[in-house]
């Protein structure tokens, strides 16, 4: 997979709804009720982290799940890559970017949303033919005035901002011209997935889906 054709792959995945939940899910049987809730809400896209010890096992059982599209977020590794591939991630998601990392997406053909903070991030990243990142820890970063401020010397590149992101401040972003879409965990809080209540996850998924862009 060449970078253009990943770039174009994350456009696609980005489109699907202004939201993409950022999902740490700590017990797989919570993972395929709250991928259909997410789902049924009209959020389709769904990144899982690789920050539990069962990470893969719910991107395996989300992957099953009708009308979703499921990738994986906190890729490191090129072994990170191979296992989440395996395990059904139909896209990638990272922190940062090193070419090691990005050598590896390429040949196991996984569109990755490398994670940038500066405009230099940006420039190697374009320089290598992306078109597409995450923009992280978006908050920390400067918020929607950064990421408007770095769209104007870099138009070329759209981003899908991701970290300290609420519904509160999510229509900050999607109103930019560079924002693909916004990547948050609001919409899956851990009391709710833990109390498995289903029903409120996807009206917060409705809400989220509803958000102008």
């Known amino acids: 997979?060449?970078?253009q054709e990943a770039s174009i792959a994350?456009?696609?995945v980005c489109a699907l709804a202004p939201v993409v939940p950022v999902l740490v899910v700590n017990d797989v049987a919570h993972a395929r009720p709250l991928?259909?809730?997410l789902v049924a809400g009209g959020l389709p896209a769904?990144?899982?982290t690789l920050r539990t010890s069962c990470a893969l096992e719910v991107i395996a059982e989300?992957?099953?799940v009708e009308g979703g599209t499921v990738g994986a977020g906190t890729l490191l590794t090129p072994a990170d890559v191979q296992a989440a591939k395996a395990a059904g991630a139909k896209f990638g998601v990272s922190p940062g970017?090193?070419?090691m990392l990005l050598d590896a997406c390429e040949a196991l053909d996984m569109p990755l949303l490398a994670g940038t903070s500066t405009a230099s991030d940006v420039m190697r990243l374009l320089e290598r033919g992306y078109t597409v990142a995450k923009f992280f820890p978006a908050e920390a970063n400067g918020g929607a005035p950064a990421?408007?401020?770095i769209g104007a010397p870099l138009p070329q590149?759209?981003?899908c901002p991701t970290g300290g992101i609420s519904l509160k401040n999510a229509d900050q972003y999607l109103s930019l011209s560079n924002t693909l879409c916004v990547g948050g965990s609001w919409v899956a809080p851990n009391d709710l997935v833990i109390k498995g209540d289903w029903k409120a996850i996807e009206e917060l998924a409705s809400e989220a889906a509803a958000l102008p862009r």
């Open 97 to 99: 970017a090193t070419d």
């Open 157 to 159: 590149m759209k981003f």
């Open 35 to 37: 991928a259909e809730a």
């Open 46 to 48: 769904l990144e899982v």
């Open 1 to 3: 997979m060449t970078p």
């Open 10 to 12: 994350c456009a696609q």
């Open 147 to 149: 990421l408007k401020a």
């Open 62 to 64: 989300m992957a099953k």
